[in-house]
C-alpha cells in the first residue's frame, strides 16, 4: 500500500480517491504518525500531502525524519514537496509571483533521460498549482525534473534516493496527468502490483467496525437514501443483530416509500429493519402549523422524540452510526486528531444528553460515486443507488401551507406521476431532484362542461452536481406536456402544473 502523511490539505481525500481510481490501496495517516506506527502497515511507499501552512512559520508540521531513512520511494505535494526540500538540506523562500491555478507542464529530459516519474506523460500538459511559497535552493542530489513558466522547480527528484517532490497538485481533476504520475509512483517506482477494488474496502471496513464495536450495540437512524443504506448494509455484515437500525415514518414519505425500504431490507439486503411508525404524531404536530421553519423545527424535535423512544428500547447501545461522506467533513479528517468527532456529532443536530453514543462514520473518506459501488457491492438494488435526495422534513416543506392528510395524498399521486414519466424518459438519472409541491393556490379551469376550481401542482427538476447551486432542468417540451395531462388527467383534485423555471441561487431547490 502506498501511506499518505496528511498536512491538512482539503485536497490530501483526492490523492487517496485517484490512488483508489487506479486501484491502488492506499491509506492516510497524520503527519505526525510515528515511523514504527508507518513500517506496521508494511507500505511501499509515503506521500507527503499539501498544506496550508509554510515550512517556515513556528509550528511549522514536520515529519517523523526516520521515514526517510526507510528506503522507502517518498514523493511530496506542494506543502509535502517543500517539507523535503528543507529536511534534505535545501531552501524555501515566499515567492514573488503567487502561482494559482493552470500551468503547463514541461518534462527535463536530462541526457535522453525522462524521470519514471513522467513515463507516458506528454509535454505542456495542464497542472494546477497553488503556492505561495517555493523551493529556492535544490538540496544536493536534487534535480530538476519539470518546470513551469513560473516554477522551474515544479518538480525535482533524487533519483538515487527514490525521492520526489512537485510544486503542483497532480491530485485534482485540473491537472490533466496528475493520475498518470501517481499510478508511476506507485506502479513504477513503489512497486506496488496489487490491484486493490471496493470489495477490499469492503472488508477492510468490516473488520476495522468489528474491531471497534465489540460487544457493543450501533444505533443507526435510516431515512431511505443511500448514504445511510450503505451504512445499515455494511454494519450489519459486520456485527449483525448488533446493529439497531431504526427507519422512522414520519407520514411525511411519498408514495409507497416506506414499503420499497422494508422491501430492500427484508429482500435484498436481509437486514431485519425497526420500523417506527410515527406518522399519526407528525401529523397532530404540524396540525395548522404553516411557518416553514417552524414546520422544520417541529418534525426535527418531533423526530428526536421517536428516535429517542425507540433507542430507549434496547440496553447497551454505545454507538451511533451515520453516513457522513467525506464532502461532509469540511476540514481535514486526521490532523485535527480525535477533535474531529466532537464536531461531526453536532451534525446530529439536537440529540439529548444521555445519547452521547461514539461516532461510527464508515463512509467519511468516500465520494457520493464511491458510495454506489460500495452499495453494489452490498446488494443494494440500482432503485435505491440510484435515488434522487429526498429532504428530511419530507413532504411537508413540498405542501405550503397547513400540512394535512388529504393534501399529503394529492402530493403524493401528482408525485408518482411525475416520477414514473422521468424514469420512463430517462431523465431520472439525468438529473439530481425532481419533485411536485402543492401550492395551496385554486385557480378557475373547465373540463368536459364543468367549471372547476382547483389546486395548482408546481413540477420542479433540476440539474446540480451537489445540490449548493441548480438550473432548472431544461425537459422536452413534450415530456412537460405529458406530465401535466397526466397529473390533472389522473389526479382528483388538480386542474393546473406550473413548471419551475428558477435557478439556485437565488431560488432554493424546495420551496420552503
Ligand atoms: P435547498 O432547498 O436548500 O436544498 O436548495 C438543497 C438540497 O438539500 C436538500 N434538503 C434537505 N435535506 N434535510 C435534508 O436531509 C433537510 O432539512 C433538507 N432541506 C433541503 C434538498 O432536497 C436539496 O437536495
Known amino acids: 500500500?502506498?501511506?499518505?502523511?496528511?498536512?491538512?490539505?482539503?485536497?490530501?481525500?483526492?490523492?487517496?480517491?485517484?490512488?483508489?481510481?487506479?486501484?491502488?490501496?492506499?491509506?492516510?495517516?497524520?503527519y505526525f504518525t510515528k515511523v514504527e506506527e508507518i513500517t506496521a502497515k508494511n507500505p511501499k511507499g509515503i506521500i507527503l500531502s499539501g498544506g496550508p501552512a509554510s515550512v517556515y512559520d513556528e509550528d511549522a508540521y514536520e515529519v517523523d525524519k526516520a521515514i526517510y531513512d526507510l528506503g522507502l520511494p517518498?514523493?511530496?505535494?506542494?506543502?509535502?514537496?517543500?517539507?523535503?526540500?528543507?529536511?534534505?538540506?535545501g531552501s524555501v523562500i515566499r515567492s514573488d509571483h503567487h502561482e494559482y491555478g493552470k500551468a503547463?507542464?514541461?518534462?527535463?529530459?536530462e541526457h535522453g533521460n525522462v524521470s519514471p516519474l513522467f513515463e507516458s506523460c506528454e509535454n505542456g500538459r495542464i497542472v494546477w498549482m497553488s503556492h505561495s511559497d517555493r523551493v529556492d535552493v535544490l538540496p544536493e542530489g536534487f534535480a530538476p525534473i519539470a518546470y513551469s513558466d513560473n516554477s522551474p522547480f515544479a518538480a525535482i527528484a533524487n533519483e538515487e534516493k527514490r525521492v520526489y517532490a512537485m510544486q503542483y497538485h497532480p491530485e485534482v481533476q485540473h491537472s490533466e496527468e496528475g493520475y498518470l504520475?501517481?499510478?508511476?509512483?506507485?506502479?513504477?517506482?513503489?512497486?506496488?502490483?496489487?490491484?486493490?477494488?471496493?470489495?477490499?474496502?469492503?472488508k477492510e471496513q468490516i473488520a476495522k467496525i468489528k474491531e471497534q464495536v465489540g460487544e457493543g450495540k450501533v444505533l443507526c437512524g435510516l431515512s431511505g437514501g443511500v448514504?445511510?443504506?450503505?451504512?445499515?448494509?455494511?454494519?450489519?455484515?459486520?456485527?449483525g443483530d448488533q446493529l439497531i437500525p431504526v427507519f422512522v415514518d414520519n407520514g411525511l414519505l411519498r408514495k409507497g416509500e416506506r414499503e420499497q425500504v422494508e422491501e430492500v431490507f427484508k429482500v435484498n439486503l436481509k437486514v431485519p429493519l425497526v420500523v417506527a411508525d410515527a406518522?399519526?404524531?407528525?401529523?397532530?404536530?404540524?396540525?395548522?402549523?404553516?411557518?416553514?421553519?417552524?414546520?422544520?423545527?417541529?418534525?426535527?424535535h418531533t423526530?428526536?422524540?421517536?428516535?429517542?423512544?425507540?433507542?430507549?428500547?434496547h440496553s447497551g447501545i454505545k454507538f451511533l452510526a451515520q453516513g457522513t461522506l467525506y464532502p461532509d467533513v469540511i476540514e481535514s479528517v486526521s490532523v485535527k486528531g480525535p477533535s474531529e468527532t466532537i464536531k461531526s456529532h453536532h451534525n446530529v443536530g439536537g440529540l439529548p444528553d444521555w445519547m452521547d453514543f461514539e461516532l461510527i462514520e464508515p463512509l467519511r473518506e468516500l465520494f457520493k460515486d464511491e458510495v454506489r459501488k460500495l452499495g453494489r457491492e452490498l446488494g443494494l438494488p440500482e432503485s435505491m443507488i440510484n435515488r434522487h435526495p429526498f429532504p428530511g422534513p419530507g413532504l411537508a416543506i413540498r405542501i405550503m401551507g397547513d400540512v394535512n392528510k388529504p393534501d399529503l395524498n394529492l402530493l403524493r399521486e401528482a408525485d408518482v406521476i411525475l416520477l414514473d414519466e422521468l424514469k420512463a424518459s430517462g431523465y431520472y438519472t439525468r438529473?439530481?431532484?425532481?419533485?411536485?409541491?402543492?401550492?395551496n393556490v385554486k385557480s378557475v379551469g373547465v373540463m368536459g362542461d364543468n367549471r372547476t376550481y382547483d389546486n395548482t401542482v408546481c413540477v420542479r427538476v433540476v440539474e446540480a452536481v451537489d445540490g449548493m447551486t441548480a438550473t432548472f432542468a431544461h425537459l422536452p417540451h413534450d415530456l412537460l406536456e405529458r406530465i401535466s395531462r397526466r397529473i390533472i388527467n389522473e389526479v382528483d383534485g388538480i386542474n393546473r402544473v406550473v413548471y419551475d423555471i428558477s435557478s439556485k441561487p437565488p431560488a432554493t431547490i424546495e420551496w420552503e
Open 1 to 30: 500500500s502506498i501511506i499518505v502523511l496528511d498536512f491538512g490539505s482539503q485536497y490530501t481525500q483526492l490523492i487517496a480517491r485517484r490512488l483508489r481510481e487506479e486501484r491502488i490501496y492506499c491509506e492516510i495517516v497524520p
Open 181 to 202: 504520475m501517481l499510478r508511476n509512483f506507485a506502479r513504477k517506482i513503489c512497486g506496488v502490483t496489487e490491484k486493490w477494488d471496493m470489495g477490499h474496502f469492503l
Open 227 to 239: 448514504d445511510s443504506s450503505v451504512v445499515a448494509a455494511l454494519l450489519y455484515e459486520a456485527i
Open 303 to 313: 423526530f428526536i422524540e421517536v428516535f429517542e423512544a425507540e433507542a430507549k428500547k
Open 104 to 109: 503547463e507542464l514541461y518534462i527535463n529530459e
Open 74 to 89: 517518498v514523493m511530496g505535494i506542494c506543502y509535502g514537496m517543500q517539507r523535503i526540500a528543507v529536511d534534505f538540506g
Open 431 to 439: 438529473t439530481w431532484q425532481a419533485f411536485a409541491v402543492l401550492l
Open 279 to 300: 406518522s399519526e404524531l407528525f401529523l397532530e404536530r404540524l396540525a395548522g402549523v404553516t411557518d416553514p421553519e417552524t414546520k422544520r423545527k417541529t418534525i426535527g
